[in-house]
């Protein structure tokens, strides 16, 4: 199982940023997939999933209205389209399989990609 996230960076409050996630090594259309992220100094937080084939998407409250999963499973990718950023959602962003829309497998997540918002 392989995980690759790309896509962070630095951004500006009220700013966008598209991360992507490349899965191998596993049966990709047949798993939810998460997105979840580590701010500095704190403990992991799920940030959104979406199901196998697409169809149904979930997100932590925190993000809703601003950021928005989508996947392509023809190219093993999932992505999280993050807009108006605030400055609380700086953290490294994880990528993992998930059994259920409410869950992740975080053992088999990638390596992240840092997102940073600041003026």
């Known amino acids: 199982v392989q995980l690759v996230e790309s896509g962070g960076g630095l951004v500006q409050p009220g700013g966008s940023l598209r991360l992507s996630c490349v899965a191998s090594?596993?049966?990709?259309?047949?798993?939810?997939i998460a997105w979840v992220r580590q701010p500095p100094g704190k403990g992991v937080e799920w940030v959104s999933s979406?199901?196998?084939?697409?169809?149904?998407?979930y997100y932590d409250n925190s993000v809703k209205g601003r950021f928005t999963i989508s996947r392509d499973n023809a190219k093993n990718t999932v992505y999280l389209q993050m807009n108006n950023l605030k400055s609380e959602d700086t953290a490294l962003y994880y990528c993992?399989?998930?059994?259920?829309?409410?869950?992740?497998?975080?053992?088999?997540r990638g390596q992240g990609t840092q997102v940073t918002v600041s003026s």
């Open positions: 993992a399989p998930a059994p259920t829309w409410n869950s992740y497998d975080y053992a088999r």
């Open positions: 979406i199901y196998r084939d697409g169809r149904f998407t």
């Open positions: 090594g596993f049966t990709f259309s047949s798993n939810y």
